[in-house]
């Protein structure tokens, strides 16, 4: 089945320790993002990107880190400089080339605590 | 500075009612605004959505109105459902410079539908 598969579900971390996310999509999409989720804030974009080997900051970039070296994933760094890292992220993609196409498909998230 | 604005973080509605989601942007940079549904500890689901170009767009139960000059988009559920209940997420895509594709969020409605 075509989707996006976030990897894991739920993660721990220790403070000061780096740790990345895993965002893979099988749908033949361009354009990837990232966003945390918190608390009566919605969703803020961390990091987009539009096609391979290229990425844009999005509005809270600071402390995080990704790469698009594959079409097909989009793995997010949380580094032990984002000074609040316990939230729920989420990843999407979405075909930029269908014009008139609109919709950002969603992964099922990942919690990641520090503690 | 939050450029796509939800003011009402809760609504309550009665099965069979009409639930009408507000939403509000500053930045007319806009191509697509799109409505989003998410159910706690879930990726967000897509509902609909609607051009700039357009003042209207209907799928079902669900109807969404731009007004581009009070830059202002609303969301209508008809009727409502106790299914409906979730949080409801409006959306802006950046239409071009370097916000091309950006897809920025609202903070979020949470829809209680009453049987």
């Known amino acids: 089945d075509g989707g996006i598969t976030q990897s894991p579900k739920y993660l721990f971390r220790k403070e000061g320790q780096n740790v990345t996310l895993s965002c893979e999509q099988n749908l033949n999409h361009d354009a990837m993002y990232w966003y945390r989720q918190d608390p009566g804030q919605g969703l803020r974009l961390i990091y987009y990107?539009?096609?391979?080997?290229?990425?844009q900051k999005g509005d809270i970039a600071e402390g995080y880190s990704v790469s698009r070296e594959k079409k097909e994933s989009f793995p997010l760094t949380v580094t032990s400089a984002q000074k609040n890292p316990t939230a729920f992220y989420l990843c999407?993609?979405?075909?930029?080339?269908?014009?008139?196409?609109?919709?950002?498909?969603f992964g099922q998230g990942t919690r990641l605590t520090v503690v | 500075d939050q450029q796509v604005k939800q003011n009402s973080p809760s609504l309550s509605v009665q099965e069979g009612r009409i639930s009408i989601l507000n939403c509000d942007y500053t930045n007319s940079m806009f191509d697509y605004f799109l409505w989003y549904k998410k159910y706690p500890a879930e990726g967000p689901t897509f509902l609909i959505s609607?051009?700039?170009?357009?003042d209207k767009n209907e799928d079902g139960r669900f109807t969404v109105f731009l007004n581009k000059s009070a830059k202002h988009l609303s969301l209508h559920i008809v009727p409502s459902q106790p299914g409906d209940s979730a949080v409801y997420f409006c959306?802006?895509?950046?239409?071009?410079?370097?916000?091309?594709?950006?897809?920025?969020f609202g903070q979020g409605t949470i829809l209680t539908v009453h049987p």
């Open positions: 959306a802006a895509r950046g239409a071009g410079g370097t916000s091309y594709g950006k897809l920025t």
């Open positions: 609607i051009s700039s170009i357009k």
């Open positions: 990107s539009q096609i391979v080997n290229d990425f």
């Open positions: 999407a993609s979405r075909n930029r080339r269908d014009i008139g196409n609109t919709e950002a498909f």
